[in-house]
């Protein structure tokens, strides 16, 4: 059973990878190892990236967080106003509620003891 997978699995991988090239011409190319040859299939879910298109996309990667960064910055201000706002009003309320549970102290004279 394992001999058969082996032969099935080799004869697949011949005819993915069939070397039509003369033996000439590839001595003068860098031989490419199994990962390069499978990224430059169209099935294949990888792709191999040059410097430029790894830069430019570390600098979108960057850009974004730069833009999640500015969000939450403003965010954060906006949480801190409102809270100055929360206090002040609580503040005004305690304030309020002191000023009016002072006792009244006139003297009138129809209780003042003789």
Excluded: C
């Excluded at 040059?50 to 969000?71: P, V």
Aim: hydrophobic fraction near 35%; charge should be neutral.
């Amino acid at each position: 059973m394992f001999s058969i997978f082996g032969f099935v699995g080799q004869h697949i991988y011949n005819l993915a990878f069939d070397q039509s090239v003369p033996l000439d011409a590839s001595k003068d190319q860098t031989k490419e190892n199994l990962f390069q040859r499978f990224a430059k299939r169209k099935w294949s879910p990888f792709s191999v990236l040059t410097d430029e298109q790894y830069g430019d996309m570390l600098k979108e990667k960057l850009l974004r967080l730069e833009a999640d960064i500015s969000l939450m910055d403003d965010k954060i201000a906006h949480l801190k106003v409102s809270e100055k706002n929360w206090l002040a009003a609580e503040t005004e309320k305690k304030a309020k509620a002191q000023h009016s549970e002072e006792p009244q102290h006139t003297l009138s004279t129809s209780n003042r003891p003789t």
